[in-house]
């Protein structure tokens, strides 16, 4: 054996190393009561501290979201509901690489740019660590089903279900039920922040707006352990949330998507309100949009669209106000009668234009054959819309008359009950145009005023409020858009805030009512200026099925020169507006109607016919015949016609085509203002 | 003068002369220090269960891999250090032929390149070998050289420790390296290196360290650092385990909150809560008792364990005793230091209470030495 052989003292070796051992050891025995001394830190100094560390890790409050309360129109329809929507969630901690997750989402199901965008600044918005952000609302069920398969390759995603808002009737109801969408931070201050503390949508327009606090409920809340991942392991406490009310609204759908329909492709407003109560039927305006696409988030393009500076479908028209044109003509009528300015068998003599000093006004008969309506009394200057009748009367009354009289009506104020975003329009005096511009009035601007024109300006909502109180001889009711809260009908109406109109003679109620029916039918005589100036484009091709009355209004847009050629065409932006007001049946009014016709250029021929084709819809059953709920039980048909002086009307039928040819189309079209 | 006094004479040499050899002995088992670890043992199971929140398969391997490890303790403990010590050369190349193989060959497992496939055995990592054999082949060095070492010796020692702390260190597993490192460099310090070599490689480590920190750490090891002293500066990244471990801790108050009763652990707060924060789960479960407990627990088997390196009849067993005694108190002050929040993260478990029987396995074999060592040949002088 070769083994090398060392010579070694074993007392000075074992010396050597049980030193060391006795060192080491010491070393060792200090290091653990270090640690000793870190636990007693840990454990007894600092255990209060993270005693509720660890609670707060643990518990957690949650609030339960209260179930939105639905909205139905008048007839059981839904308008808006909550359905199931299964978004895609992410929470950063979990996820480790976001970017890579997100990849990885991308490649599994549709993600678009703007998708992607919007989870990065939610994920730098969001406040509460361990938290999800959306990634993609409306999950398919296959979509699911990929991520479902996936899910090893994405952490901290889930798939969560929610109830999410849907307008099952879409664009028709836009303007009137409005939308929710995302709270804002300066929502938020205005509403009781712990009541919205799980709510992440509110009412953005309309009634989902205006009836917000009674919709969205009284919030829940649960005291829940949860672990790392955020998941619940167990419900400690439970506090069940109030779920909102339903609403039950006063609109109609059956109206409502008629009065679209009618509008065809114009662009326009019409309002309907129930006579008796003050209810608005229908309330549309178009262009509309699509009150889902915000719910869950509009996309850049989308809302891009709905912000085209012609066709504005964000605007509420109906609530908007514009010129009324002549459909004032019935109302300030009613007022000189009243003020005693004028009797009804007062005449005056329409040369074709007024003059008041050096300034010729031409009526809108001028235009196309440098005539005028000859002599005029007050039922023709309605029904045939003589604005020489009206710019005579305005030097008699005033201004300030005028606007004492219309204001009853509800003119130049807001007097809806859930309609607040509505204009309150324009109504002048003497005291109103000192107050806004500091200049005196001049008497050029009543005349413009009488023909509604000039500084007045309507409202649809106003006109067919202004038309109810006509119909119903000056009955107060609110305009109102809800009908019932759950199971409450709506509050009592205060009528000391809005006092019933009354006038001198209640006949004069008849009397315009009267004129206002014959605006659409055949007057007197055989020609064609003795007919109502509507009567051509709404009754004379099929009879009416019931006594309408009504009122056309062209307004001009912009001034036009006195050497204009009105044979150019115009173009669309400079075309007047066309409105028609309306209700019936005379006799039993059960609807009042305002029809507006954004550059429809001529208020006899377009918008009349819309206003027809909505009283038809909700007036007449499915044989075309009237319904019979809305029959009155009627005097006798002899006190009809001897009253409103209407030529047998059923002989009229048959030579009812030959009418329109004696008021050729385009002479119409172009002869319409003020008409 | 009689046989005894002859024996009382020898002084510590004689002194278990003529002392009628107990059961244990000639099962070759350490009574105290087989006490210690089955206690051990089992509190550590009891943790265990409630940290894997009664995982049964979970607990089935773990208890299989605690009778294997005893079993192979028991098989240690009937070798005769000797004979290790003279296979520790052919130990030690073989341990590094594996580490080299594991460079080409080797599967990747959690990033790193530590495992290795051979015919007829399950996949092992090589670095695990050498925490037996590097500290049995330094010690066979200088037991067979005079002590306190000479320079040259002392730098060959310090080859036989750098080559497997290189080659694992670039696997990376930079904290298995340094441990392994650390067992061979105690065998030298054990040695009875000059105190004045030790604090000069001391100082200079210590004023190298920035260089490093510059050149060598990754950047998750300077966040680890970073971390320890400031643990909300990334609370939801490396922060998170530690601010969840702490706070598992100090909510554990002194009697803790029960067994099965930790909800840091329980409700999934706590990262790694059944292998190397484990103790986190002890001290929220049992306290500052628990703790108390469990170091009390650890206290015995080192001090029973630095008893047998004192007692041990060799320099050769001394050393390998003391080296493997100290290296299992690193891992115990490392694993509770760093979920205490006074040591970076990383990742070493808690010894013989993690989850793991990779682990386990490799103590016990270091202690089946030490029962060998204090049961064999204890007449023997050399």
Redesign the interface.
């Given at each position: 054996m070769a083994e090398?052989i060392?010579?070694?003292?074993?007392q000075l070796?074992?010396q050597?190393?049980?030193s060391?051992?006795?060192v080491?050891?010491v070393i060792?025995?200090f290091?653990?009561l270090?640690?000793?001394a870190?636990?007693?830190f840990?454990?007894?100094n600092?255990?209060d501290?993270?005693?509720t560390?660890?609670d707060s890790?643990?518990i957690h409050v949650q609030p339960i979201v209260p179930t939105r309360g639905l909205i139905y129109d008048r007839n059981g329809t839904l308008l808006a509901e909550n359905v199931p929507s299964f978004t895609l969630t992410l929470v950063r901690?979990h996820a480790g690489d976001v970017e890579k997750v997100v990849d990885v989402i991308a490649s599994l199901i549709s993600l678009t740019e703007e998708d992607r965008e919007k989870i990065g600044s939610r994920l730098k918005n969001r406040s509460i660590?361990y938290s999800s952000v959306p990634v993609r609302f409306n999950l398919s069920e296959e979509e699911i089903a990929r991520i479902s398969v996936n899910q090893f390759r994405l952490p901290g995603v889930s798939v969560e279900a929610q109830l999410v808002r849907h307008y099952p009737e879409g664009e028709i109801f836009a303007h009137s039920v409005g939308y929710l969408g995302s709270i804002t931070e300066d929502e938020l201050k205005a509403v009781d922040p712990v009541n919205y503390s799980g709510t992440h949508q509110i009412g953005k327009q309309g009634i989902e707006r205006f009836y917000e606090d009674i919709l969205h409920g009284q919030v829940g809340y649960q005291t829940v352990?949860?672990?790392?991942?955020g998941q619940i392991?167990n419900v400690l406490d439970r506090t069940d949330p109030v779920p909102g009310q339903d609403i039950v609204l006063n609109l109609d759908s059956k109206i409502q998507k008629a009065a679209v329909e009618a509008l065809g492709d114009y662009r326009g407003a019409v309002v309907a309100i129930d006579p008796e109560s003050g209810g608005i039927l229908a309330l549309v305006s178009k262009p509309a949009y699509d009150p889902n696409l915000f719910v869950e988030g509009i996309s850049r393009k989308d809302y891009a669209s709905l912000n085209d500076p012609v066709e504005t479908p964000l605007f509420n028209r109906a609530l908007a106000k514009y010129a009324p044109g002549s459909t004032v003509k019935p109302f300030i009528s009613l007022a000189a009668l009243n003020g005693g300015y004028r009797t009804p068998e007062d005449t005056v003599y329409d040369p074709g234009y007024y003059q008041l000093g050096n300034h010729k006004h031409y009526d809108w008969t001028w235009w196309s054959n440098k005539t005028g309506h000859g002599t005029v009394d007050m039922q023709r200057a309605i029904y045939q819309s003589c604005n020489v009748y009206f710019w005579d009367l305005a030097m008699d009354m005033g201004i300030d008359q005028m606007h004492d009289f219309l204001f009853r009506f509800g003119f130049g104020r807001n007097v809806s009950l859930d309609l607040p975003q509505a204009s309150t329009g324009t109504l002048p005096s003497r005291e109103w145009k000192l107050n806004t511009m500091g200049e005196s009035w001049y008497p050029g601007e009543t005349i413009n005023s009488y023909v509604g024109q000039g500084y007045t300006e309507a409202t649809p909502l106003q006109l067919a409020t202004a038309t109810m109180l006509m119909s119903n001889k000056g009955k107060w009711y609110r305009p109102a858009v809800m009908k019932k809260i759950g199971t409450h009908s709506s509050p009592e109406f205060d009528s000391t805030f809005l006092p019933d109109i009354e006038i001198n003679n209640p006949d004069y109620w008849d009397f315009i009512a009267e004129s206002m029916e014959m605006v659409v039918n055949r007057g007197y005589g055989g020609e064609y200026r003795t007919y109502g100036s509507a009567y051509p484009y709404i009754a004379a091709a099929e009879p009416l099925k019931y006594r309408m009355a009504g009122k056309s209004g062209t307004a001009q847009v912009i001034a036009i020169p006195e050497n204009y050629d009105r044979a150019d065409e115009v173009p669309e932006k400079y075309r007047e507006h066309a409105w028609f007001i309306s209700f019936a049946p005379v006799d039993n009014p059960k609807i009042a109607l305002a029809v507006f016709v954004e550059h429809g250029e001529a208020g006899s021929s377009v918008a009349g016919p819309i206003a027809r084709n909505i009283l038809d819809a909700y007036l007449l059953d499915e044989q075309g015949e009237l319904k019979a709920e809305f029959i009155f039980p009627q005097i006798s048909e002899e006190d009809d016609e001897s009253e409103l002086t209407m030529p047998e009307k059923e002989s009229v039928v048959g030579s009812a085509s030959e009418i329109p040819e004696s008021l050729p189309e385009e002479k119409v079209n172009l002869v319409t203002v003020n008409q | 003068m009689s046989s005894q006094d002859f024996i009382r004479h020898m002084g510590y040499i004689g002194k278990d002369l003529g002392r009628r050899k107990s059961v244990w002995e000639y099962l070759h088992i350490d009574f105290p220090l087989l006490v210690a670890l089955l206690i051990l043992l089992g509190f550590g199971l009891m943790v265990l269960y409630s940290a894997t929140d009664g995982n049964v398969s979970m607990m089935g391997r773990q208890v299989t891999f605690i009778i294997v490890s005893l079993g192979t303790m028991l098989f240690m403990a009937q070798l005769d250090v000797r004979i290790l010590r003279r296979w520790a050369p052919w130990m030690y190349l073989g341990g590094m032929a594996l580490l080299v193989a594991v460079i080409f060959y080797g599967s990747i497992g959690g990033g790193a390149r530590r495992w290795i496939d051979l015919p007829l055995l399950p996949r092992f990592q090589p670095s695990e070998i050498m925490k037996v054999v590097l500290p049995l082949c330094v010690a066979g060095y200088f037991s067979?050289?005079?002590?306190?070492p000479r320079f040259k010796h002392i730098f060959w020692a310090l080859v036989f420790i750098m080559l497997p702390t290189a080659l694992i260190a670039i696997q990376p597993d930079l904290g298995t390296a340094l441990l392994i490192a650390v067992s061979g460099l105690?065998v030298i310090?054990?040695?009875?290196i000059n105190w004045k070599l030790v604090f000069s490689f001391l100082g200079v480590t210590i004023l190298s360290s920035p260089a490093l920190w510059i050149f060598y750490m990754s950047d998750y090891q300077k966040q680890r650092v970073k971390t320890l002293f400031d643990p909300q500066s990334d609370p939801?990244g490396t922060g998170w385990n530690i601010i969840?471990s702490?706070?598992?801790?100090?909510?554990?108050?002194?009697f803790g909150k029960g067994w099965l009763n930790g909800?840091?652990s329980?409700?999934?707060?706590?990262p790694e809560g059944q292998t190397d924060f484990i103790v986190a789960v002890l001290?929220e479960e049992f306290?500052?008792l628990g703790?108390?407990f469990l170091?009390v627990l650890?206290?015995a088997i080192?001090?029973r364990g630095?008893y047998i390196?004192?007692m041990a009849q060799?320099?050769f067993s001394?050393?390998l005793a003391?080296s493997i005694i100290?290296t299992f108190?690193v891992y115990?002050?490392v694993n509770?230091?760093m979920v205490?929040?006074?040591l970076p993260v990383v990742g070493v478990p808690l010894p013989m209470v993690s989850l793991g029987g990779t682990s386990i396995l490799t103590l016990m074999v270091g202690f089946g030495i030490l029962m060998s060592i204090h049961t064999h040949n204890r007449t023997l002088?050399?």
């Amino acid at each position: 054996m070769a083994e090398k052989i060392t010579i070694q003292d074993h007392q000075l070796e074992r010396q050597i190393v049980l030193s060391r051992i006795i060192v080491g050891g010491v070393i060792a025995f200090f290091l653990i009561l270090a640690l000793i001394a870190r636990l007693f830190f840990l454990q007894v100094n600092q255990h209060d501290y993270y005693s509720t560390k660890s609670d707060s890790y643990r518990i957690h409050v949650q609030p339960i979201v209260p179930t939105r309360g639905l909205i139905y129109d008048r007839n059981g329809t839904l308008l808006a509901e909550n359905v199931p929507s299964f978004t895609l969630t992410l929470v950063r901690e979990h996820a480790g690489d976001v970017e890579k997750v997100v990849d990885v989402i991308a490649s599994l199901i549709s993600l678009t740019e703007e998708d992607r965008e919007k989870i990065g600044s939610r994920l730098k918005n969001r406040s509460i660590p361990y938290s999800s952000v959306p990634v993609r609302f409306n999950l398919s069920e296959e979509e699911i089903a990929r991520i479902s398969v996936n899910q090893f390759r994405l952490p901290g995603v889930s798939v969560e279900a929610q109830l999410v808002r849907h307008y099952p009737e879409g664009e028709i109801f836009a303007h009137s039920v409005g939308y929710l969408g995302s709270i804002t931070e300066d929502e938020l201050k205005a509403v009781d922040p712990v009541n919205y503390s799980g709510t992440h949508q509110i009412g953005k327009q309309g009634i989902e707006r205006f009836y917000e606090d009674i919709l969205h409920g009284q919030v829940g809340y649960q005291t829940v352990e949860k672990n790392a991942r955020g998941q619940i392991m167990n419900v400690l406490d439970r506090t069940d949330p109030v779920p909102g009310q339903d609403i039950v609204l006063n609109l109609d759908s059956k109206i409502q998507k008629a009065a679209v329909e009618a509008l065809g492709d114009y662009r326009g407003a019409v309002v309907a309100i129930d006579p008796e109560s003050g209810g608005i039927l229908a309330l549309v305006s178009k262009p509309a949009y699509d009150p889902n696409l915000f719910v869950e988030g509009i996309s850049r393009k989308d809302y891009a669209s709905l912000n085209d500076p012609v066709e504005t479908p964000l605007f509420n028209r109906a609530l908007a106000k514009y010129a009324p044109g002549s459909t004032v003509k019935p109302f300030i009528s009613l007022a000189a009668l009243n003020g005693g300015y004028r009797t009804p068998e007062d005449t005056v003599y329409d040369p074709g234009y007024y003059q008041l000093g050096n300034h010729k006004h031409y009526d809108w008969t001028w235009w196309s054959n440098k005539t005028g309506h000859g002599t005029v009394d007050m039922q023709r200057a309605i029904y045939q819309s003589c604005n020489v009748y009206f710019w005579d009367l305005a030097m008699d009354m005033g201004i300030d008359q005028m606007h004492d009289f219309l204001f009853r009506f509800g003119f130049g104020r807001n007097v809806s009950l859930d309609l607040p975003q509505a204009s309150t329009g324009t109504l002048p005096s003497r005291e109103w145009k000192l107050n806004t511009m500091g200049e005196s009035w001049y008497p050029g601007e009543t005349i413009n005023s009488y023909v509604g024109q000039g500084y007045t300006e309507a409202t649809p909502l106003q006109l067919a409020t202004a038309t109810m109180l006509m119909s119903n001889k000056g009955k107060w009711y609110r305009p109102a858009v809800m009908k019932k809260i759950g199971t409450h009908s709506s509050p009592e109406f205060d009528s000391t805030f809005l006092p019933d109109i009354e006038i001198n003679n209640p006949d004069y109620w008849d009397f315009i009512a009267e004129s206002m029916e014959m605006v659409v039918n055949r007057g007197y005589g055989g020609e064609y200026r003795t007919y109502g100036s509507a009567y051509p484009y709404i009754a004379a091709a099929e009879p009416l099925k019931y006594r309408m009355a009504g009122k056309s209004g062209t307004a001009q847009v912009i001034a036009i020169p006195e050497n204009y050629d009105r044979a150019d065409e115009v173009p669309e932006k400079y075309r007047e507006h066309a409105w028609f007001i309306s209700f019936a049946p005379v006799d039993n009014p059960k609807i009042a109607l305002a029809v507006f016709v954004e550059h429809g250029e001529a208020g006899s021929s377009v918008a009349g016919p819309i206003a027809r084709n909505i009283l038809d819809a909700y007036l007449l059953d499915e044989q075309g015949e009237l319904k019979a709920e809305f029959i009155f039980p009627q005097i006798s048909e002899e006190d009809d016609e001897s009253e409103l002086t209407m030529p047998e009307k059923e002989s009229v039928v048959g030579s009812a085509s030959e009418i329109p040819e004696s008021l050729p189309e385009e002479k119409v079209n172009l002869v319409t203002v003020n008409q | 003068m009689s046989s005894q006094d002859f024996i009382r004479h020898m002084g510590y040499i004689g002194k278990d002369l003529g002392r009628r050899k107990s059961v244990w002995e000639y099962l070759h088992i350490d009574f105290p220090l087989l006490v210690a670890l089955l206690i051990l043992l089992g509190f550590g199971l009891m943790v265990l269960y409630s940290a894997t929140d009664g995982n049964v398969s979970m607990m089935g391997r773990q208890v299989t891999f605690i009778i294997v490890s005893l079993g192979t303790m028991l098989f240690m403990a009937q070798l005769d250090v000797r004979i290790l010590r003279r296979w520790a050369p052919w130990m030690y190349l073989g341990g590094m032929a594996l580490l080299v193989a594991v460079i080409f060959y080797g599967s990747i497992g959690g990033g790193a390149r530590r495992w290795i496939d051979l015919p007829l055995l399950p996949r092992f990592q090589p670095s695990e070998i050498m925490k037996v054999v590097l500290p049995l082949c330094v010690a066979g060095y200088f037991s067979k050289r005079a002590i306190p070492p000479r320079f040259k010796h002392i730098f060959w020692a310090l080859v036989f420790i750098m080559l497997p702390t290189a080659l694992i260190a670039i696997q990376p597993d930079l904290g298995t390296a340094l441990l392994i490192a650390v067992s061979g460099l105690f065998v030298i310090l054990l040695a009875g290196i000059n105190w004045k070599l030790v604090f000069s490689f001391l100082g200079v480590t210590i004023l190298s360290s920035p260089a490093l920190w510059i050149f060598y750490m990754s950047d998750y090891q300077k966040q680890r650092v970073k971390t320890l002293f400031d643990p909300q500066s990334d609370p939801l990244g490396t922060g998170w385990n530690i601010i969840q471990s702490q706070t598992a801790i100090g909510s554990g108050g002194v009697f803790g909150k029960g067994w099965l009763n930790g909800v840091q652990s329980r409700l999934d707060f706590l990262p790694e809560g059944q292998t190397d924060f484990i103790v986190a789960v002890l001290a929220e479960e049992f306290g500052l008792l628990g703790m108390l407990f469990l170091l009390v627990l650890y206290i015995a088997i080192i001090g029973r364990g630095l008893y047998i390196a004192a007692m041990a009849q060799d320099t050769f067993s001394r050393l390998l005793a003391g080296s493997i005694i100290f290296t299992f108190f690193v891992y115990v002050f490392v694993n509770i230091g760093m979920v205490s929040g006074i040591l970076p993260v990383v990742g070493v478990p808690l010894p013989m209470v993690s989850l793991g029987g990779t682990s386990i396995l490799t103590l016990m074999v270091g202690f089946g030495i030490l029962m060998s060592i204090h049961t064999h040949n204890r007449t023997l002088i050399s």
